[in-house]
Structure formats: C-alpha cells, structure tokens
C-alpha cells in the first residue's frame, strides 16, 4: 500500500511539473515533440527492460536477429532467382528443429524418426555435392529460422507479446535506416509513381506479423518436432511455384536429392501415425 502510494504520488509530481519541460523546448512544433517522445521513450523503456530483466531481453533480441537475418536472405534469395534454393533452405529447417528438439528441450525420437533425418541428411548430402559447394543460402535460412523457432518456444512471453517485443527491439534501427533513404531520396515509399507499390509495402506489416503470430503460439503448445513435420507445408509451396511460375532451372540431379528429402518427409509422417494410436492410450 506505501509503495503504490508513493510510485502514484511520484508519478503525479512529475505530470506536475511537465510544463517546465514543455516550456524549455516552446520553439519545438508540438507535433514534433510528439514524435521524439514515442521514439525516446521506446528506445528508454528497452534500455530499462535490458537492465531489469536481462535474460528476457537477451532472449528476445537473439531471436529479432535471427529472425531479421532469415528475412533478410530470404527476401534476397527470392529477388535474385534463387526460390528453389530457398524452398531447400525450409526442407532442411524442420531437421534443425527436430534435432534442436532433441538435443537441447530432451524431446525423445525414436529409432525411424532418426532414421527420416537421415535421409534428408543424406539428400541434402547430395545436393551439395552435385552442386559442388556448400548451399549457403539454404543452410543459412535453415539455421537462423530453427533458432528462432527454439528460443519463440521456449520464450518467457506469449505469442503476441513476444512477437511486439521484438519488432520494438528491431524498430529503432528499420526507423533510422529509413530515415537515412528519406534524406537521401532513396525512399522506395516516398519515391514511386505507383500507389499499388505504397499499398503493397504497407501490406507488409500485416503480412509479416499475422503468420509470426500464428507460429510463435503453435509453437509453444505443440512439440518441436512436430512443428518441424508441419513447416515443410511451406517449402512445398515455394518449390512449386519456384519451378512452375518463375521457371528456374530443376535438373534430374536435383530432383534425385528433393525425393530423399521427400521421402524423409513421408517416413517421419508415417511413422507419427502409426504411433498416434499408442500415445492417445497412454494419455488416457
């Protein structure tokens, strides 16, 4: 009771004595200080969270970066005709999170969910050595997005909390760097001819965050490796419309190295359904 009383009675003197403030910045437009009030007081309630809970800071800016930089390659990855690469980047992203399961949250598999991630090991094996070198691309997506869906898993907030936490620890710097464009006219927004491209990229914040909230709440309710089957719904679809809409090349060779991967998918699907039966018994 004291304590509130006196964290209400601060709080107070302060919204008190705001006029002092106000007045020695009277040449600043009002709409101005508006501004520099959200940015500054987000960027100080972040530096605040950082010292007072610094394991759920940590924990949620390791997984911004990562999911920042899986953005980052992906976008460049689609923009430069690489869509097939990309799909593989996600074919092999749920054996990262089957074996991150495994390793890390002690999710035990069992000898033929083993024996898939063999299989899509080998693939991948495959593929590599066709090509000649190491799928970077791929591999990148793969890693940065399985570390992601471990720390979203284990996070300390919910779906919706955690996914503002960490578009607040990303905004200052997508802010600043879009402030420099605008200084130096390089703006997409502010410099198209084309209200479809502002409509379009204005889009993309509900299209970026709709299915980052979905997946970070599945993602806490279910097993990871189960997440890990369900994500090659979305590599499918990339292969698809990598090889029939924007017509890259698929050789044979690559094709032998998707069955393998394919074939993984198809044994570890297998044998979850066999296995359901049992394990609805020992839940009941």
Not at 3 to 29: E, M, N, Q
Not at 120 to 138: H, M, N, Y
Not at 195 to 208: C, H
Request: glycine share 8%.
């Amino acid at each position: 009771m004291n304590t509130g009383i006196l964290s209400a009675a601060l709080a107070f003197l302060c919204w008190g004595l705001f006029p002092l403030y106000f007045h020695a910045i009277g040449d600043v437009p009002p709409l101005q200080i508006l501004s520099h009030r959200m940015v500054w007081s987000l960027l100080f309630l972040v530096m605040v969270l950082a010292v007072r809970q610094p394991r759920v800071f940590g924990s949620f800016a390791a997984s911004a970066l990562l999911l920042s930089v899986n953005w980052l390659i992906y976008i460049w990855a689609v923009n430069n005709g690489h869509v097939i690469e990309a799909s593989l980047g996600y074919f092999i992203n749920p054996l990262v999170s089957i074996v991150l399961g495994a390793m890390l949250l002690k999710e035990r598999l069992r000898r033929t969910q083993w024996m898939a991630i063999g299989v899509a090991a080998l693939g991948v094996a495959w593929l590599t050595w066709q090509a000649g070198s190491v799928p970077w691309v791929a591999l990148a997506l793969a890693v940065s997005f399985g570390g992601y869906g471990l720390l979203r898993k284990t996070a300390a907030l919910g779906a919706l909390e955690g996914l503002s936490f960490e578009t607040m620890v990303l905004f200052p710097l997508a802010a600043g760097y879009v402030a420099w464009l605008s200084m130096h006219g390089q703006n997409a927004f502010l410099n198209t001819d084309s209200n479809t491209t502002r409509l379009l990229l204005v889009a993309a914040g509900p299209i970026t965050a709709i299915p980052l909230l979905l997946f970070a709440s599945g993602a806490r309710k279910i097993p990871l490796s189960i997440v890990g089957l369900l994500q090659y719904m979305s590599p499918t679809l990339q292969f698809l419309l990598g090889v029939w809409l924007f017509h890259e090349a698929f050789t044979p060779d690559r094709l032998v190295g998707f069955v393998l991967i394919w074939l993984a998918l198809a044994l570890f699907a297998a044998e979850g359904l066999l296995n359901r039966p049992q394990a609805v018994a020992k839940q009941a």
